[in-house]
């Protein structure tokens, strides 16, 4: 019986690490990511830190799925402050992560 649940338990969390949780808005769909490099000509607006889960029950959520949450939160902050670029300026560390929102198209507006 104690293994049956540890199994379900164990089920249980494998399914909802490899859920998404994080849903794209409507300003974040208009918000690309790019590299420092691709922003040379762009206006810097500020910077977002996003942060998120990326442990479940104690388990380790997927790496990609993480790094994929993070950029929608990025992205969905940036467009609220009218920026249609982000760029991550940190590594991921314990489900965060900084970065830089830029305007590329009509910097000077």
């Known amino acids: ?6 199994l ?13 949780w994080v849903k794209m808005t409507p300003e974040g769909e208009k918000v690309r990511v790019l590299s420092q490099e691709d922003v040379a000509t762009c206006k810097k607006l500020g910077k977002v830190h996003a942060a998120l ?6 388990v380790d959520r997927n790496q990609e799925k993480v790094r994929l949450e993070l950029e929608t939160l990025a992205r969905n902050h940036a467009g609220t402050l009218n920026g249609d670029t982000v760029v991550p300026v940190s590594d991921i560390v314990e489900g ?14």
Do not use: F, H, W
Request: hydrophobic share 30%.
């Open 1 to 6: 019986m104690k293994s049956k649940s540890l």
């Open 8 to 20: 379900l338990t164990i089920l249980g969390t494998c399914l909802l690490s490899a859920c998404t």
């Open 53 to 58: 889960k990326d442990k479940v029950a104690g």
């Open 96 to 109: 965060k992560q900084t970065y830089e929102v830029y305007r590329c198209v009509n910097p000077g507006s």
